[in-house]
């Protein structure tokens, strides 16, 4: 149980532009219910920096299905003596689209991996994130009922996982956090069974 | 360590694990217990339910089944069969229900089996049972039978549906169950180290300054005497008399909505069918109305009318539906019943209550009255909504004089010190006005190319009273709402002509969040949301749109650190 994304954490600096960010303090440490010491910060740390290639794998997979299948489609089209105008307008239609998901895939996942941010505290655990709409989400540690841990095959490749923490409410009824480092994730939840257990 | 007993107050249904997984195994800590000998037979439903189960069918398909019936007595084919495929399943599945769906209580556990070909096997235990709720119609009062819902604090419907049960299984049903729970509670009270530090500690009322020791002491009878658990006295609390309900109804726009169900049905039909009715023969009876003053005191009426209609059928709702109510306090439950026709009766734990929301409209007000809803953990979705669950969770005192509301929440939460006039209001953002008013103006130009498109040119002019109507009413509302934090949670108040009052408690409060649009932060503003146990039958989420931005994360930390019991 020895911890390898702490250090790969440490030199990426967090982005102080972000507006929700600025105004909180750090929390008093007394009397943790939490026993790994190291997964407490007195401030809100990034994820695994892992989910930026992993982000990409999977838009990649995305882009290549599209652009492929746009291409059967305008090939056909062709084939099949369409309209030239309506050509044109397809061929640009489905070049605007691959463009974006090029966007999508190389300029995106760093973005929004620098706006998602997790803070273990004595008080509980909180998530922020969001790129232009943002969130902030705020669970006592007695609140939460149980967590899972889920893997892609993609995030496998990298190590990464998803901890899904679920509580009794409505709306927020389960709180996910993507791009946890695996090893990071599973002590997590342990910690959160355990808490349940205490 | 599954069900504390009531007089700790660590049994909360938010936070205990014992609710949260329905798919939990059964606690270890259950005891074998002496089960009396009837209980380990299986039991069927009572006989008559073959009728009721074929009833519940039809009533599924009630639109299709009348298009049927209807069709087929004028003969065609086409309906003939169109009913009969809706009716012979009906039969087929009746006939099947009642004769698979079995239960019985073993082993701490209500077992419940039903299915033909997929067999399903719930299993319930004991503990968790929260409820047993009844339903009782005008046919189930004939037969002297129920419709029983069992319910836990898990999920979004109740464990177990046993439609119907007479009501001498009922009382065998409630008497083995709350005789289990009771002999749970001496075996947890013998074994006090199952007691979770942390979380009575977050759930604790005593943390709060406003806590006062309780004044029931009917609790200690439920230790005492386990077998006398489920015949403890109640102590009514509140009889609501004919004409506090016959008031509400005429101050309620339920009226309103039911002439709407009935518009919505006459034109189903008539358009359906394709009938001509001839209402010539009704213009004997009519005035002149080609003179205009005639035709003018002719509408007049005729509004006067359906107005008064409405109200009538208002009070009609009312009466019906809340005849005879009583709530009363038994131990730790509350229990209500009520009804004219079809009975209700429903048991509310006084722990589980997550969220109380007072709402009075305009007319109401002028009368003094007002009424308290409230939300509980378990069984509350407004999809499959029962008449228990509408009852207990969207109108559980449906009509109260204001003066008396106070003391019904120091009921309600004992200790609770209700005094929304001395809180520590927080308005929005000083600029939520001027955002809402821009929303307005822009809502009322856009009405003018729809009235363009429905009405043409002069359709535009719909802007013009729309566009203060709405300013108005954005800068009303703006100043309307408004949040507090105080010793026991959270206060929310909000609306102009219903004014909604809410009330949730640092222990219930599940999670908080801020949320920022790109809009909210070119304003500075924030929204802030407080989340709980089944919210939304009360009709009041705590949803905080417009806050200052500041405000807003300094609140949702205060909340969130109050949550979390410190």
Same mark, same amino acid.
């Given at each position: ?7 790969? &954490? ?189 | ?222 230790? &005492? ?135 009075? &409209? ?205």
């Amino acid at each position: 149980m020895h911890d390898p994304t702490n250090e790969s &954490n440490q030199d990426l600096s967090l982005s102080t532009d972000d507006p929700l960010k600025s105004s909180v303090e750090a929390l008093p440490l007394n009397a943790s219910p939490i026993e790994s010491a190291d997964l407490i910060a007195a401030d809100f740390q990034p994820i695994d920096p892992r989910f930026i290639p992993a982000e990409r794998m999977a838009s990649l997979v995305l882009l290549i299905c599209t652009a492929s299948a746009s291409m059967v489609a305008l090939i056909a089209m062709w084939l099949t003596g369409a309209d030239q105008i309506l050509l044109v307008l397809a061929a640009i239609g489905l070049t605007l689209l691959v463009l974006l998901l090029l966007w999508n895939t190389f300029f995106w996942p760093p973005i929004e991996y620098r706006h998602i941010f997790w803070k273990l505290s004595d008080v509980g655990l909180e998530i922020r994130r969001g790129v232009f709409w943002k969130s902030e989400i705020a669970i006592p540690w007695a609140r939460a009922q149980h967590a899972d841990v889920s893997q892609g095959p993609i995030q496998r490749m990298f190590e990464i996982s998803s901890l899904t923490i679920h509580t009794a409410g409505t709306k927020n009824s389960s709180v996910a956090i993507e791009g946890l480092a695996h090893e990071q994730a599973i002590r997590l939840r342990d910690q959160i069974i355990r808490q349940r257990k205490a | 360590m599954t069900s504390s007993p009531p007089s700790e107050h660590d049994d909360d249904p938010t936070i205990s694990d014992d609710h949260s997984n329905p798919f939990a195994t059964p606690s270890t800590t259950t005891s074998p217990l002496p089960a009396t000998a009837e209980s380990d037979q299986d039991k069927y439903l009572h006989p008559i339910s073959l009728v009721f189960s074929l009833i519940g069918q039809i009533k599924s398909n009630l639109i299709p089944a009348i298009f049927g019936v209807l069709g087929a007595a004028n003969g065609n084919v086409f309906y003939i069969s169109l009913a009969l495929i809706f009716l012979i399943p009906s039969i087929a599945i009746a006939v099947i229900r009642y004769f698979t769906v079995r239960y019985r209580i073993f082993n701490g556990e209500l077992v419940v089996n039903e299915g033909l070909f997929f067999r399903r096997t719930r299993t319930v235990p004991v503990e968790r049972i929260q409820n047993i709720d009844l339903v009782q119609g005008v046919l189930h009062r004939i037969f002297n039978v129920a419709e029983v819902r069992v319910e836990t604090a898990s999920g979004t419907k109740p464990e177990a549906v046993l439609s119907v049960l007479s009501l001498s299984q009922v009382q065998l049903l409630r008497r083995n169950v709350f005789q289990q729970k009771s002999n749970d509670l001496h075996n947890n009270a013998s074994n006090p180290a199952t007691i979770r530090p942390l979380e009575s500690a977050a759930s604790n009322p005593a943390s709060h300054p406003s806590y006062k020791p309780q004044r029931y002491p009917s609790v200690a009878s439920l230790e &005492n005497d386990g077998a006398q658990a489920c015949s403890l006295e109640d102590s009514t609390i509140l009889k609501i008399p004919l004409s506090w309900l016959a008031k509400a109804g005429f101050a309620s726009n339920r009226g309103l909505i039911m002439v709407g169900v009935l518009l919505g049905l006459y034109f189903q039909f008539d358009r359906r069918q394709e009938h001509e009715y001839d209402f010539s023969f009704l213009s004997q009876w009519l005035p002149d109305l080609s003179n205009p003053f005639v035709m003018t005191a002719a509408v007049i009426a005729a509004c006067l009318l359906g107005l008064l209609l409405m109200r009538v059928l208002g009070v009609a709702w009312y009466i019906l539906r809340f005849f005879g109510y009583r709530l009363s306090l038994s131990g730790e439950d509350f229990k209500i019943s009520c009804g004219l026709f079809t009975k209700v009766s429903a048991t509310v734990p006084r722990k589980r209550i997550q969220f109380i929301s007072i709402h009075s &409209n305009f007319v109401s007000r002028l009368l003094g009255l007002c009424s308290i809803r409230i939300e509980t953990a378990g069984g509350a979705s407004s999809e499959n909504e029962s008449a228990t669950t509408t009852v207990s969770k969207r109108w559980f005192i449906p009509v109260i004089p204001a003066a008396d509301v106070t003391e019904m929440i120091g009921t309600l939460r004992p200790g609770l010190q209700w005094t929304p006039d001395q809180y520590d209001w927080q308005p929005l953002s000083p600029k939520a006005g001027r955002r809402m008013v821009r929303i307005a103006i822009l809502v009322s130009l856009l009405l003018a190319p729809l009235g363009y498109y429905f009405f043409g040119i002069w359709g535009c002019s719909v802007t013009l009273p729309a566009l203060p109507i709405l300013v108005a009413y954005a800068v009303k509302k703006s100043r309307a709402v408004k949040f507090a934090r105080t010793a026991f949670g959270v206060v929310y108040r909000s609306g102009i002509l219903t004014h909604k009052i809410s009330l949730t408690f640092y222990e219930k409060i599940q999670a908080t969040s801020i949320t920022q649009t790109p809009f909210d932060r070119r304003w500075a503003m924030a929204t802030l949301s407080v989340d709980t146990v089944a919210a939304g039958p009360a009709d009041h989420e705590i949803e905080i749109k417009y806050l200052d931005a500041e405000l807003a994360r300094s609140a949702q930390r205060q909340i969130f650190q109050a949550s979390a019991g410190r």
